[in-house]
């Protein structure tokens, strides 16, 4: 629901709704000439409105959550799509699926621009990072910037939400299994969180663990077996002779483990 105020206000037109994802355009029905500056400025607010969304999912006793938002610029149909008898008012073409792609390289706290949005607006764009990324179905590599501001008339900051990890001095057991498609693998792998903070961890692990990974993980431990599930993706590895390092950022967390890892990082 905030989301959808939240665009509705930057006057994006809402595709779809796909189960946790939304999928919006800018620039129709009506035609706006500022749609990519519209739609970097709708993002970034609408990551500012995931803390308040987590202070009232945390007081619901509901998982803590994340959300990365992909924005492309390109040429598609627009119209009412379908048959006689089934048809809505959306978008389609090639850049859409590539916006998909986009999307999947994204973590929580993050808004990425592809190289035709960054090119429109980079006189007012803020970029923390530059990412070189292969898709499927693409040519050579691509470079996805990562957008912490806006200046113009639509000008927007991304709230700070940088967090130090904490060492832990009783590293955390996980059993952890990856997931391809929304299909979760049946063989779990095993590691141990050494770092965390409030959206990451950094798991040492013997078996092995891919960068863009994304993965199901609990904690291992039987006083915890109760306590639920996590998500996230693995953004970087750090491979040493016998064991890998992992940074993963998490996409959702159970209640109860979240509190196991806000008592972790004050003892």
């Known amino acids: 629901g905030s989301m959808i105020e939240i665009l509705i206000e930057y006057r994006g037109t809402i595709d779809e ?72 008012y959306g978008a389609v073409g090639a850049q859409i699926n590539f916006t998909g792609r986009m999307e999947s390289f994204t973590t929580g706290g993050q808004v990425l621009v592809s190289q035709s949005t960054y090119d429109k607006l980079s006189d007012k764009l803020e970029i923390k990072t530059t990412l070189s990324v292969e898709m499927k179905g693409v040519v050579g590599k691509v470079n996805l910037y990562q957008v912490v501001g806006l200046g113009g008339e639509h000008g927007v900051k991304l709230s700070d939400r940088c967090y130090k990890f904490k060492d832990l001095d009783s590293p955390l057991k996980v059993c952890f299994y990856g997931m391809e498609a929304k299909i979760i693998d049946e063989n779990a792998r095993h590691g141990a969180i050494v770092q965390l903070s409030p959206t990451s961890a950094v798991v040492r692990t013997s078996d092995n663990v891919g960068q863009w990974e994304d993965l199901r993980m609990s904690l291992c431990d039987p006083a915890f077996e109760s306590f639920g599930d996590m998500y996230g993706k693995v953004v970087s590895i750090d491979k040493l002779d016998d064991y890998t390092m992992a940074m993963i950022r998490f996409t959702s967390v159970a209640p109860q483990i979240y509190k196991v890892f806000r008592e972790a990082m004050v003892t």
């Open 17 to 88: 709704i796909i189960g946790d994802g939304i999928l919006a355009f800018f620039g129709a029905p009506q035609d706006l000439d500022d749609h990519p500056e519209r739609a970097v400025a709708c993002a970034l607010r609408m990551q500012n409105a995931m803390e308040q969304i987590n202070e009232l999912n945390e007081a619901d006793g509901l998982p803590h959550l994340e959300m990365g938002i992909a924005i492309n610029t390109g040429s598609v149909v627009v119209g009412n799509i379908g048959s006689e008898k089934r048809s809505k």
